[in-house]
């Protein structure tokens, strides 16, 4: 069992920055494919990055490329989101998942889940 930890959300204004970092109880968080996904508020849950298991390989939503970076430091067990450029319409709690899965926007192929982190972008 993967227990996971979000930390980093907070209020920022539109252009600005923020970092959220995600971390894991076992040392198996290593075979796992990492996600980032979101939820605003009356919306489902949505992709937004993940990340190969030893980091070789990202994917985002169209909607962030450019923007956000996902990254994994495997030793210190961590996954970040690096988020630049932050509008109004990236509010939302963000989630940070792992999966025995390639690639995958689909948030029921990830098995572990943190409790989220809110994020509110001010235009």
């Known amino acids: 069992q993967v227990q996971l930890v979000e930390s980093g959300g907070g209020l920022v204004q539109a252009g600005g920055s923020l970092r959220l970092s995600c971390a894991a109880s076992?040392?198996?968080?290593?075979?796992?494919?990492m996600g980032w996904f979101r939820q605003a508020p009356g919306k489902e849950r949505e992709f937004v990055a993940c990340i190969s298991r030893i980091g070789g390989s990202t994917y985002y939503q169209d909607s962030v490329k450019g923007r956000f970076t996902m990254s994994r430091d495997n030793a210190k067990i961590m996954v970040y989101l690096q988020m630049n450029s932050l509008a109004p319409e990236d509010t939302a709690i963000y989630y940070c998942a792992a999966g025995s899965v390639g690639h995958s926007e689909y948030p029921d192929e990830y098995t572990y889940w943190g409790q989220g982190t809110q994020v509110t972008v001010s235009s």
């Open positions: 076992e040392r198996t968080f290593r075979t796992y494919t």
